[in-house]
């Protein structure tokens, strides 16, 4: 029931793949130079491995409740989150300004990927403040700012994103919460929500809502829906805390997983909020906070899927059954070729995914602070196109990492007491909440890639051939071997955006049905960029780190990356195949 | 909620797929022949779909609770169990010597299937049972026969499978249950074993435990395992039923699912037990009943994969989400391409899996049935290498395909009221029990490939190559298109077999560090075949079947087929690179 921060891991791929020193190196980063990464880790990883990680599988039992006085979180959980405010972990990368310490971006993903792994029910906690601080630092007032960043940084309130309602799930314009205003600047909120993470809980003294709803004179559709700010107390022009504002949690969910995060059905009740931004903007304002909500999903995948790993490793070496060469007596079933073939497995993926997201989240830095508005705009079309495959590859990577935890426990693994059972009902909601990972690969294939006609992906497909010639200019031999697999899933990531670009544009429907096997390609053969990128830096590295990365980036390369190629038609052909069976299998002509 | 055999489906793979037809035409199933498969098959679905599907939400709810006066089933399971046991439906293909019906192991398996897939939880306990009265058949003595086979083969008692102890589960030879001679030809059997399945229950007046202990001189390991029988009440000689005999449960497992199967804790004190065959031949014994247990927990995976895309699709007929051409206001998510293909996905491979199955079971029954000898061996051979696939492809299958039903139904499917959140709850004990699939993997890669020198696998192999050749000779575009994928595949296969025979002889750890994906692969192709054969077949079925079977065949050939090639090195090539991966990822030399 351990979890111990990978922390080496973490600060090798930020600094020599994701390119967090020459990000440091731009000096926009206050006094944090790259020697501080492993340092902030080490610190952060504590708090995941001490604290957090001993309240996981408890607050799963537990779960959170509620009263008649809002929710109770679980036992521990309040305590855990006056830590976590007190380290100051909130504010890492959020501006000096607002009471933060103007850290990286990337550097903050990390250290939630470790609280996902250690307690992802106490990981959303933070997680929904990250959208709620960022859409007030971009669309909220100076006065607004103000208010409510310095406490939402220094994590003394929490923030939640109310998006859903029964009838508007993915399609977010079908809401029907209302706002009217009361004349005094405020607005009348009114309107049921429902699958609020956090939306009410005892850890902090207030909540701050960001709610979309409509204005009254409002266009329908997506067109009309605005975002705005409701406090659970309300805030005099003081900063002390006023009255109890009409809105409340009137039910909890009952879920497979993550029983410590309340799941809210919240009640608007005339509750007052404010308008964040412009009118009938709120969609396009939720989205500006996406790209860092779902990359911080994408890090729950990752969380989860390490702390499977270790949980199974260790499993793993304490479990005997059966025989080994150079074992006396029953060996631990490490020693089987299959368990290693299992947790090999789980490791690779784990990394090729943690690359991504970082890699991301280091395109996000950039985007802001790179020196040239050209070299912001080309990290900013980096983050965009990375950031669905963060999300989507690496939450199913987890569901699937988190089952072959499950798989490698055998027996023990589907008995409710074990953490890897645990993990496995957890991992699964990753890849439904924030953009079902089907409307990230629709994202992908319309917006990402065919918009641009594939520039940011051919951008990306030359990084990577760039990285298959280092890897196979080392001359040796392992090397050599990944790379000719990275060059042919190149080529044939390739050829499927060409396709993606074209059939987008001349046979919409076809281009969407091949659009999550598309994703499914692109998240391979970039997380096996990474890895090789990985490898060959490596190189430099002591021991274990070398021929363990050189192992995870081989594994990759001759399961992933070999398949890569053998793929491109399930996402060409299947459109075809699909509009000829939407008749006979499903009745639709 | 509600599950619908798909009789006409299992029907026709039956007779026109798994070669159901031929067999009757033996003569050796009475007066069974080919037309009463179907209204066989419904009247089956009606007990699935009326009696045994509506206990399903509430089973997993409620669960099976342990009183002091033993384990109480879930409400309604006893009623259901009266209603299965009255119908007849344990007995179809057991002799009509012991009260049975003599049909076709293949037709009870598609039973069997249903059963799963409305209520698995209630499918486990005539499985169980199963295993019991074919050790009996197998091994029992006549007076044991007379016994114990009417009572069981009637349903009126259940029989359990007791095999695994806290330190003996993949590894069953270390197991320390002891049976002591009581010198009147019974035994006392004494010690606790863990996981078992229904091992108390009020379903019926008495239980059957099929017990494995260790006579008091019996060799280490597993070559000193007896089979022992011990009546949850003991049976005088008259039959009628006479003291409770010192066995029982002392606790239920906490499951992550499949609640109302109780999962049971026993306790051997000093039992009445009886030997079931040979002295120390316990093993073996038991291996002759693990064919058709595992192939029953392959059904289980297709049963709940069906399950899950009949849950899936019936959401996505009346969830509402997003517009679509031709559809006005908002459209049924079926409408949505995406959706469309995670439902295709699901039905193509729950097909795949259900026709691997149901060839197994034709297998089955032609190894007990052909007219000669050596037709006889064959359908052994075949039985024995498709048996691990049928178990291990079929229920990753299930875990897979469930998992996706959750996809399909968004938010929902987190839920635990959902029957979607159910079914991938219930889904991932298949593939650990009765073997873990990493086991099945050794068998089929061990066993039934590298021992015979790939020779049933080449007659396999022979057979696919033939239906490509068939697919292809149609001249429709389409089955011609399928046909070239399927070459391609069955060429992969034939290259990944040749490599498994000779590398299981000259380096047995690579070889096993390749099994898992060999089987995958294995599944993938033979899958595709019995999809190709499916869609020849079809063209002379009426409409919706036809272009159905078609396009599943198409898209399983764009997708999984067209796949196999690039799967290779992920067998072949993996060997060597975990074993380098050893000492860096898990410290071992």
Redesign the interface.
């Known amino acids: 029931m351990a979890y111990t921060a990978p922390v080496e891991e973490m600060a090798f791929l930020l600094r020599q793949v994701a390119g967090l020193d020459e990000l440091l190196a731009t000096g926009k980063f206050g006094d944090m130079d790259a020697d501080l990464v492993g340092p902030i880790l080490e610190e952060a990883g504590k708090l995941a491995g001490e604290v957090l990680a001993p309240l996981n599988a408890p607050g799963d039992k537990a779960g959170a409740q509620l009263t008649d006085d809002g929710v109770k979180s679980a036992p521990g959980f309040a305590e855990a989150y006056q830590a976590f405010c007190e380290a100051g972990w909130m504010g890492l990368a959020f501006p000096e300004a607002h009471g933060g310490q103007s850290g990286p971006k990337a550097l903050a993903l990390a250290v939630m990927e470790m609280i996902h792994g250690a307690n992802m029910s106490f990981g959303l906690a933070p997680m929904l403040s990250f959208g709620a601080i960022e859409a007030l630092l971009e669309h909220g007032t100076p006065e607004q700012q103000e208010m409510y960043l310095p406490r939402l940084i220094s994590a003394e309130w929490t923030g939640t994103m109310n998006l859903?309602e029964p009838?508007a799930?993915?399609?977010v314009g079908?809401l029907k919460t209302r706002a009217v205003p009361n004349g005094d600047g405020s607005y009348a909120i009114s309107g049921q929500k429902?699958?609020i993470t956090w939306g009410d809980h005892d850890l902090t003294e207030n909540i701050i809502h960001l709610v979309l709803a409509r204005l009254p004179d409002a266009p329908e559709g997506s067109r009309g829906v605005s975002l705005f700010l409701v406090p659970k107390i309300l805030v005099n022009a003081d900063g002390s805390l006023g009255e109890r504002n009409a809105v409340r949690c009137i039910g909890l969910?009952?879920?497979?997983?993550i029983h410590a995060s309340p799941t809210c059905v919240m009640e608007y009740d005339g509750a007052t909020g404010w308008l964040i931004g412009e009118e009938n903007k709120g969609l396009a304002h939720m989205f500006t906070m996406m790209n860092s909500a779902r990359l911080n999903v994408g890090l729950e995948g990752v969380g989860v899927g390490e702390a499977a790993y270790q949980e199974a490793?260790q499993y793993a070496q304490e479990r005997?059954?059966?025989s080994a060469?150079g074992v006396e007596g029953?060996a631990p079933i490490?020693?089987?070729?299959?368990?290693?073939?299992?947790?090999?497995t789980m490791?690779a993926r784990v990394m090729a995914a943690r690359a991504i997201c970082f890699a991301t989240g280091t395109a996000a830095d950039l985007a802001e602070h790179a020196e040239t508005g050209e070299a912001r705009a080309a990290a900013r079309a980096r983050e965009d196109l990375l950031t669905p495959i963060a999300k989507a590859w690496s939450t199913d990577m987890g569901?699937e990492v988190a089952?072959l935890g499950?798989?490698v426990h055998?027996?023990m693994?589907?008995?409710?007491?074990t953490l890897a059972?645990q993990l496995?009902?957890d991992a699964?909601?990753a890849?439904?909440?924030e953009g079902?990972?089907?409307i990230q690969?629709?994202d992908l294939a319309g917006r990402k890639v065919a918009r641009d006609g594939g520039v940011a992906m051919g951008v990306m497909l030359q990084e990577i051939a760039e990285t298959a010639r280092t890897a196979r200019e080392t001359n040796e031999p392992?090397l050599v071997q990944i790379a000719q697999?990275l060059e042919a899933a190149g080529e044939a990531l390739g050829a499927a955006t060409a396709w993606m670009v074209e059939t987008m544009a001349s046979d919409k429907?076809?281009a969407?049905?091949g659009?999550?096997?598309y994703l499914a390609l692109a998240g391979d053969v970039i997380g096996g960029h990474f890895l090789t990128r990985s490898a060959v830096a490596a190189r430099g590295e002591a021991?274990?780190l070398?021929?363990?990365m050189?192992?995870?980036a081989?594994?990759f390369a001759?399961?992933s990356l070999?398949?890569?190629?053998?793929?491109v038609?399930?996402i060409t052909?299947?459109?075809n195949?699909?509009r000829?069976?939407?008749?006979?299998?499903?009745g639709?002509s």
Chains 1, 2 share one sequence.
């Open positions: 859903t009838q799930g993915s399609d079908a429902i699958y969910e009952k879920k497979i997983g490793f005997k059954q059966g060469p029953a490490l020693h089987h070729a299959d368990v290693r073939r299992m947790l090999t490791r569901v089952s499950v798989q055998g027996g693994g589907f008995m409710d007491e059972a496995f009902r699964r909601i890849p439904i909440y079902t990972n089907g690969a629709i392992q697999r429907d076809a969407l049905a659009a999550t096997a021991g274990r070398r021929t363990g050189l192992a995870l081989g594994f001759e399961t070999a398949e890569a190629p053998g793929r038609a399930g052909g299947s459109g195949v699909l000829e069976a939407s008749e006979a299998l499903f639709l």
